[in-house]
T-cell receptor, first 110, second 113 residues
Framework: DQQVKQNSPSLSVQEGRISILNCDYT??????FLWYKKYPAEGPTFLIS?????DKNEDGRFTVFLNKSAKHLSLHIVPSQPGDSAVYFC?????????FGQGTILTVHP | SAVISQKPSRDICQRGTSLTIQCQVD?????MFWYRQQPGQSLTLIAT?????????ESGFVIDKFPISRPNLTFSTLTVSNMSPEDSSIYLC??????????FGQGTRLTVV
């Protein structure tokens, strides 16, 4: 039973436009949500997080939205840049353990 | 932020053999984890490496197949034993320090032939 799902395996966006990456979860015990970015041949790097007591967190071009009633998480990147092209994983924590979605491949075209 | 050194970065191994992956952190951390990413799949937690006691394995993973050591607060190893082609994956160690942000090593890309 997959507790964190990213239903879009890939997303293609034009440079300068907004990228929206989505994530759904089923475990109501998750108390913290994170987004990681992964380039080929590298480990995932932390991007942005949000506590379950908030519904929005912003850091520069990156904003994460949390809709607890819908158990839905989204990452907005605006404006998108070619260097943002990577695999994005959403993750949720419960008792210190991270559970990840399958990842979404974002491609930003110049 | 913690800096994690993981080695080897990649290896090609014969089936039936074992490979030990090392994870070194530049500071003492409370929690260390081992993950696997199979081709086209998400990051899956294998086990939590506990300092001074046996690792805690997730469902579907057993100690005989993935023995883990954690002799101190800065170092851990994961061994992939009696390998088969199905073990071909990227293996990542992760640490969780203050708060809930996790840091990852660069990963070990294992190919079993």
């Amino acid at each position: 039973d997959q507790q964190v799902k990213q239903n879009s395996p890939s997303l293609s966006v034009q440079e300068g436009r907004i990228s929206i990456l989505n994530c759904d979860y089923t475990n109501s015990m998750f108390d913290y949500f994170l987004w990681y970015k992964k380039y080929p041949a590298e480990g995932p790097t932390f991007l942005i997080s949000i506590s379950s007591i908030k519904d929005k967190n912003e850091d520069g071009r990156f904003t994460v939205f949390l809709n607890k009633s819908a158990k839905h998480l989204s990452l907005h990147i605006v404006p998108s840049q070619p260097g943002d092209s990577a695999v994005y994983f959403c993750g949720s924590t419960s008792y210190g353990k991270l559970t990840f979605g399958q990842g979404t491949i974002l491609t930003v075209h110049p | 932020s913690a800096v994690i050194s993981q080695k080897p970065s990649r290896d090609i191994c014969q089936r039936g053999t074992s490979l030990t992956i090392q994870c070194q952190v530049d500071s003492q951390v409370t929690m260390m984890f081992w993950y696997r990413q199979q081709p086209g799949q998400s990051l899956t937690l294998i086990a939590t490496a506990n300092q001074g006691s046996e690792a805690t394995y997730e469902s579907g993973f057993v100690i005989d197949k993935f023995p883990i050591s954690r002799p101190n607060l800065t170092f851990s190893t994961l061994t992939v034993s009696n390998m088969s082609p199905e073990d071909s994956s990227i293996y990542l160690c992760s640490v969780l320090d203050v708060g809930t942000e996790a840091f990852f090593g660069q990963g070990t890309r294992l190919t079993v032939v």
